[in-house]
T-cell receptor, first 114, second 114 residues
Framework: AQKITQTQPGMFVQEKEAVTLDCTYDTSDPSYGLFWYKQPSSGEMIFLIYQGSYDQQNATEGRYSLNFQKARKSANLVISASQLGDSAMYFCAMREITGNQFYFGTGTSLTVIP | DSGVTQTPKHLITATGQRVTLRCSPRSGDLSVYWYQQSLDQGLQFLIQYYNGEERAKGNILERFSAQQFPDLHSELNLSSLELGDSALYFC?????????????FGPGTRLTVL
């Protein structure tokens, strides 16, 4: 089974609107971390936000927030007030306590429409 | 700027050749990860080192090898190159092995095999 699943290959959002990018994960570890990364067309990978499995509150970083639903094993990224510069690929990732590697999803391409 | 450096930024070579990609992690980071990202593909985990020792291995071909040196920089060696090895190769570093240690990515090396 896939460790990280991103079911939306492409998303469009109007500028200034909010958008949710979906991510589900699969693990039996009690402790894990969930991460979101942004990859603009220039290619670099930019860390956005982190959520720990034991965190009681959803993580927020500026316009980014993570809608963490542990029972459903989902960690959706919410971008509020979308900007043209948000157009990029977004990757969800997980790290388990029992392993060393990060598992990445296949990514969601977000396009912000003016 | 993530603090992770990769050289060279671009590399063009011919099939059958051998190349070496270099990565310097962020100051204080002990762990280095290598990824391959082919066109329109997600990130494929190759290998991870922690403080000089190999800790995890992913989909790394036998033609590829890596090492982490005492000064913590890492090199990825790609030999007998094939057209399909053309990709963006990322190095990423983390401070430790905890689930909350986020990865910081270098700018990548774009390899083109002709």
């Amino acid at each position: 089974a896939q460790k990280i699943t991103q079911t939306q290959p492409g998303m469009f959002v109007q500028e200034k609107e909010a958008v949710t990018l979906d991510c589900t994960y699969d693990t039996s570890d009690p402790s894990y971390g969930l991460f979101w990364y942004k990859q603009p067309s220039s290619g670099e990978m930019i860390f956005l936000i982190y959520q720990g499995s034991y965190d009681q509150q959803n993580a927020t970083e500026g316009r980014y927030s993570l809608n963490f639903q542990k029972a459903r094993k989902s960690a959706n990224l919410v971008i509020s007030a979308s900007q043209l510069g948000d157009s990029a690929m977004y990757f969800c990732a997980m790290r388990e306590i029992t392993g060393n590697q990060f598992y990445f999803g296949t990514g969601t391409s977000l396009t912000v429409i003016p | 700027d993530s603090g992770v450096t990769q050289t060279p930024k671009h590399l063009i070579t011919a099939t059958g050749q051998r190349v070496t990609l270099r990565c310097s992690p962020r100051s204080g980071d002990l762990s280095v990860y290598w990824y391959q990202q082919s066109l329109d593909q997600g990130l494929q985990f190759l290998i991870q080192y922690y403080n000089g020792e190999e800790r995890a291995k992913g989909n790394i071909l036998e033609r590829f090898s890596a090492q982490q040196f005492p000064d913590l920089h890492s090199e990825l060696n790609l030999s007998s190159l094939e057209l399909g090895d053309s990709a963006l190769y990322f190095c990423a570093s983390t401070e430790g092995l905890s689930t909350y240690n986020e990865q910081f990515f270098g700018p990548g090396t774009r390899l083109t095999v002709l």
